[in-house]
Nanobody, 127 residues
Framework: QVQLVESGGGLVQAGGSLRLSCAAS????????GGWFRQAPGKEREFVAA????????RYADSVKGRFTISRDSAKNTVYLQTNSLKPEDTAVYYC????????????????????WGQGTQVTVSS
């Protein structure tokens, strides 16, 4: 079992930055891929980024490539999402996720059918 707790959301002006954190509990998290999804009001949840268990393979949605960076600190059981050059359209609830499948380019991440979810953290970008 893996439990995920997000933090770091908030209100920021367009062009600003936030670092989201996802703290995981569970002794097997080191072998899990971690990632982020987001859901804006009135829209479906969408994939943002994922990182494999080793931290060497990453995947990003086209909409955030070059602006967001995902990383992990295995010693702290934490996955991070550095968000830069934020735009009003990045406004959403951001959810941390984890999955033991390992393949961040697999359909589980594309479809959002991963195993574990956090409660979400709100990111609001003002224009």
């Amino acid at each position: 079992q893996v439990q995920l707790v997000e933090s770091g959301g908030g209100l920021v002006q367009a062009g600003g930055s936030l670092r989201l954190s996802c703290a995981a509990s569970g002794r097997t998290f080191g072998s899990y891929a971690g990632g982020w999804f987001r859901q804006a009001p009135g829209k479906e949840r969408e994939f943002v980024a994922a990182i494999d268990w080793s931290g060497t393979i990453t995947r990003y949605a086209d909409s955030v490539k070059g602006r967001f960076t995902i990383s992990r600190d295995s010693a702290k059981n934490t996955v991070y999402l550095q968000t830069n050059s934020l735009k009003p359209e990045d406004t959403a609830v951001y959810y941390c996720a984890a999955d033991g499948g390992g393949d961040v380019y697999g359909s589980r991440w594309y479809l959002g059918t991963v195993s574990y979810w956090g409660q979400g953290t709100q990111v609001t970008v003002s224009s």
